[in-house]
């Protein structure tokens, strides 16, 4: 989640097949010779007849037109101390294989008993806008439990749209500063004013700056792309790991590609169901849950600046401070201050891991003692991708851009005014900021309408494992559940537990992981981890 998304944006925010053998020596890879990061892939026909957009179902690898994408063969080199790199190219437009291209950057890890791999286990950190490649780099060869590090190759990559890939850019690092401390829920009409003259100029710095790129950032594209990881990688089926919006792209990937699916592990899930509007105000709900678990914690902890008051108190106390930064704005030690939004996200971004909860303690002990916000700046600078440097990583950007190529939703302000009336009751810390984030697609150049994912219902694809937190603050579980349902044969199993993501965090869903990914063993429905 970040300052720019929540403002402008919504926040959004494997199978008992075995993957295919290896068809050479080099640890799954395809042989080293090097499809040329000049030139075009060779061998593309032109002009091929087809559908416009591949529809879901097809097998691409087959396709005449797409089999240069899929013969590559890349070359691994060492990088990052123990780690292999290397580029892969997909089409930028899949209803026109032969045109400009894109490439991908893919990391791995190799698995450390290579007798016994296999195949590659693909993993993305969700989102949008998430680099798998520095969730692979950044765990230090921690990020899989043991039995599953042992028979995977772990391969992570930058979606289109994010980080080494060819990335969304749209405004500069100091216009991202200024629109980080607008008002995210505007109540006067000077407010209003300054947050659509902001919003205006992102949309137009985006399309000035990555217009080429922001129709074909959707959520099918990067499930397509994939499907052609995979098949260079070496693997017949696709073995996935995904969490958060990672799940979506996991559930996309196997609506698309059902023969194809391997063993996906979904964790954090995404209800497919659940349309734009429905998901801000499920998640506006659920990130009230999650602060009422937090707050009930704080309350008995030393270091709480609410300590031995009641929840209803230290909420109170909350949205007192909220309403204060709204009209003061908190200083910092810098140029930069602590809006009411700006306490809302870091109060928002530290309920995604219960170990943070100590510094969002701290965070709002400052605030209210020394009526300062330096903790709570630095908190939602960790969550925007701004670095120490003041330069912006541009998830923020990917973030609104695959949002809204795949679900343009654009509410005016009346109805924002209507919703932000009823949140006062349901979501009354979270709900205002999320609600003006209907608006972040207005005029927003969004991919064609017949490739927007939508509702669907996966048939025919292996069955995945598909995980949830009770209190989990961004997907609530009740949408593990209705990813249930919509992935046929899959099994849900649920975390009684608060924070975001579970596999790594908890022995009994490491154990269902392990035996999935390893055995393609499943749990039985209905068993619940605790």
């Not at 060779?42 to 416009?52: I, K």
């Not at 230090?140 to 969304?168: C, H």
Request: a negative charge.
């Amino acid at each position: 989640m970040s300052g720019i998304a929540a403002a402008l944006a919504a926040v959004v925010f494997l199978t008992a097949c075995e993957s295919g053998s290896n068809k050479n020596d080099n640890g799954g890879a395809a042989s080293e010779t090097p499809t040329s990061a000049d030139d075009k892939p060779q061998n593309v026909p032109s002009g091929t007849p087809g559908p416009a957009i591949p529809a879901p179902g097809t097998d691409l690898q087959s396709d005449t037109r797409f089999a240069a994408y899929y013969r590559q063969q890349p070359v691994w080199k060492a990088c990052e101390r123990t780690y292999q790199c290397t580029t892969v190219q997909v089409p930028r437009d899949y209803s026109a294989p032969d045109g400009e291209r894109i490439e991908l950057a893919v990391i791995r890890l190799k698995a450390k008993n290579q007798s016994q791999r296999l195949g590659s286990l693909v993993v993305n950190p969700g989102g949008p806008g998430g680099s798998g490649y520095d969730m692979v780099k950044d765990s230090e060869g921690e990020l899989l439990t043991a039995p599953v590090a042992e028979r995977y190759d772990l391969v992570g990559f930058d979606p289109r749209g994010v980080g080494r890939s060819e990335k969304i850019a749209c405004l500069n690092d100091a216009d991202n500063d200024r629109m980080s401390q607008i008002d995210g829920s505007p109540d006067t009409a000077e407010e209003r004013a300054e947050f659509d003259e902001w919003q205006g100029k992102y949309v137009a710095a985006c399309e000035k700056n990555s217009g080429d790129l922001l129709p074909h950032v959707g959520t099918r594209n990067a499930a397509r792309d994939m499907d052609v990881l995979r098949a260079v990688l070496g693997d017949e089926k696709l073995n996935y790991l995904g969490y958060s919006y990672g799940t979506y792209l996991g559930a996309v990937y196997a609506d698309l590609f059902p023969a194809r699916t391997g063993r996906l592990v979904l964790d954090a899930a995404v209800d497919p169901a659940v349309d734009a509007a429905a998901s801000n105000e499920q998640q506006a709900m659920g990130f009230e849950k999650a602060f009422t678990a937090f707050l009930g914690d704080c309350v008995k902890q030393a270091d709480c600046p609410y300590k031995g008051r009641t929840v209803d108190q230290a909420r109170s106390a909350v949205i007192t401070l909220i309403n204060k930064a709204e009209a003061k704005p908190l200083p910092t030690d810098e140029a930069r201050v602590v809006t009411g939004t700006v306490v809302t996200l870091g109060i928002a971004f530290t309920l995604y891991d219960k170990e943070a909860w100590e510094y969002l303690r701290v965070g709002l002990t400052e605030a209210e003692r020394t009526g300062t916000g330096n903790v709570l700046l630095a908190l939602v600078d960790a969550m925007n991708g701004r670095g120490d440097d003041g330069r912006w990583d541009g998830s923020s950007d990917a973030l609104t851009a695959v949002n809204c190529a795949d679900a343009p939703l654009a509410v005016d302000d009346a109805q924002i005014q209507a919703k932000i009336a009823e949140y006062k009751k349901t979501a009354p810390v979270f709900g205002p900021v999320l609600v003006w984030g209907g608006k972040a697609c207005v005029n927003w150049p969004a991919s064609p309408a017949a490739d927007r994912p939508g509702a669907f219902t996966v048939e025919g694809a292996a069955p995945a494992l598909i995980i949830g937190g009770s209190r989990d603050p961004a997907t609530p579980v009740e949408w593990s559940h209705g990813l249930g349902r919509a992935y046929q044969g899959s099994v849900v199993l649920v975390r009684d537990g608060d924070g975001h993501g579970s596999y790594g965090d908890n022995a009994c869903v490491n154990r269902a992981v392990e035996a999935y990914l390893t055995a393609g063993t499943l749990p039985k429905a209905g068993v619940v981890c605790r």
